[in-house]
């Protein structure tokens, strides 16, 4: 029969042995972990650094999305102002076309057996615009153009009639005075005569009456310039 001191080191011993097999185990498992976490660290390293290497060639292409972008809008820019001009210019070229022009607005039917012609010089004469000869009147109309009838609730407007001039000169006297008296009286008829010049030109010329009229109301003296532009005066 064995001694108790015997049974006590028997187990002593078997609890040593077990304690360094967990240990061993223990630092098996540690040593293992570590090697999964440096793994995993590996891994998110190289997929950091992947990441900077996009961004990076992310931000070059920024860069030179912001090159083409500026180049596109100075583009535009200069694409705007050269329509504008172009429109300018066409304006001006369409209208320098209708310089000898004039139209007659709301012009009353001339009388039977009279051309269009003879009847609109009676109209310029009778009117008073015109205080010269008759015959340098019809020598230097060239062209008379009849517009069409305007029909509202059945019944015919008056019609606007185009004189193409000869002359600036005999053009610009008459238009000069009639826009002074305004609305010209024939007998019974009323007519007005305008420069014949394009919608765009007509609307901004609108404007600019208007505009004078307010300057006026305050007491300054205002002056048309080619139709374009205002000369406001201050009145002392």
């Not at 009639?178 to 420069?195: D, Q």
């Amino acid at each position: 029969m064995a001694s108790p001191s015997c049974s006590q080191s028997g187990s002593l011993e078997f609890l040593l042995q077990s304690s360094a097999k967990e240990v061993r185990q223990g630092f098996s498992v540690s040593q293992s972990n570590q090697k999964g976490i440096q793994e995993v660290c590996e891994g998110l390293a190289n997929k950091i650094d992947l990441l900077a290497q996009r961004t990076q060639v992310l931000e070059i292409q920024v860069e030179q999305l912001k090159v083409v972008s500026e180049k596109i809008s100075r583009d535009i820019v200069d694409l705007k102002a050269k329509n504008k001009y172009d429109a300018e210019k066409l304006e001006s070229l369409e209208n320098s076309a209708r310089r000898n022009n004039i139209k007659l607005m709301s012009v009353p039917e001339g009388k039977e057996g009279n051309d269009i012609k003879t009847w609109v010089v009676d109209l310029l004469m009778q009117s008073g615009v015109w205080d010269g000869t008759e015959s340098i009147l019809k020598d230097d109309i060239q062209r008379v153009h009849e517009g069409p009838f305007r029909k509202a609730a059945n019944r015919v407007k008056p019609r606007r009639i185009l004189v193409n001039f000869l002359t600036y000169t005999v053009k610009e006297k008459i238009l000069s005075k009639a826009l002074k008296m305004g609305t010209l009286k024939v007998n019974v008829c009323s007519f007005e005569i305008r420069s014949d010049v394009l919608r765009i030109t007509s609307n901004r010329q609108l404007e600019l009456g208007k505009r004078m009229e307010d300057f006026r109301k305050l007491g300054a003296t205002v002056q048309l310039k080619f139709l374009e532009t205002l000369k406001v005066m201050r009145n002392n």
